[in-house]
């Protein structure tokens, strides 16, 4: 009866430390707001799309407010950077900037690192935008290139708001 019990807890054991697959959820192409998310993405060494939403279209007298979360854990060097860029249709949302300023996260040691980053994009101002489906993109990247393969969770929440 005592090895029953232990043979049980051994494979219980096991079963716990298989590790989780990526997991992402979307709301699809909506009319107003999106919203998408994943867990257990890995950290790249270059600029890579971690998550997209998109909107039907876009519309004047409307302004575009993105709010995203990246956090990376369980890092296990120190000097891990993690660097997110926010775009939609190609186009860098503001603050503007390739990287938007404030959106680096160092690591001195190791721990974990977790950033929310705000943007925005006034559409009066990009008429390219208007009629057309509005894609958001979120790309990560750890430009140090330290943290490469952690796991990150990320998400992302895309409004059309009228002015």
């Known amino acids: 009866m005592y090895r029953t019990r232990l043979s049980l807890v051994a494979v219980i054991c096991t079963a716990i430390t298989v590790p989780v697959p ?3 959820a979307s709301t699809g192409v909506t009319r107003n707001a999106a919203f998408s998310s994943i867990a257990g993405a890995t950290l790249p060494a270059t600029p890579t799309v971690l998550l997209t939403a998109g909107l039907r279209k876009g519309k004047p007298r409307r302004a575009l407010e993105v709010v995203s979360t990246v956090s990376a854990s369980f890092v296990t060097s120190p000097g891990v950077a993690l660097s997110t860029d926010l775009s939609v249709n190609g186009v860098s949302l503001e603050p503007a900037g390739s990287l938007i300023p404030g959106t680096t996260c160092s690591i001195a040691v190791i721990g974990s690192c977790a950033m929310t980053v ?3 994009l006034d559409l ?16 990560v990247v750890d430009p140090t290139g330290a943290g490469v393969g952690a796991p990150i969770d990320a998400t992302l929440s895309v409004k059309l708001v009228k002015k």
């Open 124 to 139: 009066d101002a990009h008429p390219e935008l208007w009629g057309v489906p509005l894609t958001v993109i979120l790309q």
């Open 118 to 120: 705000m943007g925005w």
């Open 22 to 24: 990526v997991l992402a």
